[in-house]
């Protein structure tokens, strides 16, 4: 009967062992290890701090490289923002607004505008609106696309904006001639310069109105005279263009 007694003890002891060691280690170490599992705040947490290291990092960036090409902090600022989000042409708005500031600028206006009269007639005295001599055209597209009023005659037109240098040209810039047989050195021609070596303008010669390459047409380039700029530099076309160049990189 003893060692019955004694065994029906030692069993119901170690029941009880068993219980405790289910009700307080057991649980104490569940809900250790329920408590190190991330919660939604905490994780709420990193990302902002991710955020926020994603900026301080793009604003170091900036404030290093002042000294580099706009179009050069630009794309280093996209590369360190495509580690956490990819940037494309679509889902970036800056590339939208950059690329529609490039289509719109005056000078493209200008030279739009300017080759929709290509083939019309030149009449010497005329202005428009089908018929044009070479002064009547230029004074036609500066007003139209750019607001500014030019003088009636290409001689006087020559003294208006700045003075350029074959070699300085730029799209947008008027370009005047000396086309005398006696070559005097005075204004008798104008046209619009395009860019690579093209000007745009109203030939007596063409009975038209023609775009002409310097190099392929020597007897302009030998009868340049200058240059002039009547519109004002626009910063933000010249970074409009830079970034342009890089944005269609992405």
């Known amino acids: 009967m003893n060692l019955i007694r004694n065994t029906l003890m030692v069993v119901a002891f170690l029941q009880l ?3 405790l060691y289910i009700k307080f280690i057991h649980q104490e170490n569940k809900q250790t290890s329920t408590t190190n599992k991330p919660s939604s705040f905490s994780t709420f947490n990193q990302k902002m701090i991710d955020n926020i290291v994603m900026v301080t990092v793009v604003h170091d960036l900036k404030t290093k490289k002042k ?3 706009l179009s050069t902090q630009y794309t280093d600022t996209l590369k360190v923002a495509s580690s956490k989000t990819k940037v494309t042409k679509k889902s970036n708005p800056i590339c939208k607004v950059y690329k529609n500031t490039t289509k719109t600028s005056t000078y493209a206006k200008i030279e739009s505008y300017a080759k929709k009269f290509l083939g019309h007639k030149y009449v010497w005295g005329a202005t428009g609106p089908k018929t044009f001599d070479c002064s009547g055209f230029t004074q036609k597209i500066y007003r139209k696309t750019a607001g500014i009023n030019l003088p009636r005659v290409s001689k006087e037109q020559a003294q208006v904006g700045t003075y350029v240098k074959y070699n300085r040209l730029k799209q947008g810039d008027m370009v005047f001639f000396d086309t005398s047989k006696e070559h005097t050195g005075e204004v008798n ?8 070596n093209n000007f745009i303008h109203a030939s007596s010669g063409k009975k038209a109105v023609v775009i002409t390459n310097f190099n392929k047409k020597k007897f302009y380039k030998n009868r340049f005279l200058w240059g002039r700029r009547v519109l004002k530099e626009q910063s933000n076309e010249k ?3 830079l970034l342009q160049k890089k944005i269609s990189d992405i």
């Open 17 to 19: 062992l068993g219980f």
């Open 67 to 69: 000294e580099l090409p």
């Open 189 to 196: 021609h104008v046209g619009i310069y395009l860019g690579k």
């Open 239 to 241: 970074i409009a263009a």
